[in-house]
């Protein structure tokens, strides 16, 4: 039976906890989290977004630590979580 498809009959409750001591109180992951976020703030002092646009801010490279100008854009939610990712957080190209 797929993930998915056992968590809709089996309702698993998430445990916050658990995870953010296992994955997001890790320094990498604080590191690109902070980045995110000052990326965000970047893209609207630039005028590339608008606070409560609903959109996210996408790194064309698909480094996080990169916040250079050039290397932002803003597109919605769906369209910037859909791309097929490798393991260096690239496109996958065809």
Do not use: C, W
């Not at 801010?57 to 597109?75: A, C, I, Q, T, Y």
């Amino acid at each position: 039976m797929r993930r998915a498809a056992y968590k809709r009959l089996h309702k698993m409750a998430r445990n916050y906890a658990k995870e953010y001591a296992n994955y997001h109180s890790r320094p990498e992951q604080i590191k690109k989290r902070s980045a995110r976020n000052k990326a965000r703030r970047l893209a609207i002092k630039l005028g590339k977004a608008k606070v409560g646009d609903g959109k996210d801010v996408h790194h064309k490279d698909g480094n996080p630590l990169n916040n250079n100008s050039n290397n932002l854009r803003s597109m919605t939610k769906s369209k910037n979580r859909s791309f097929a990712r490798t393991k260096t957080a690239r496109k996958k190209r065809v």
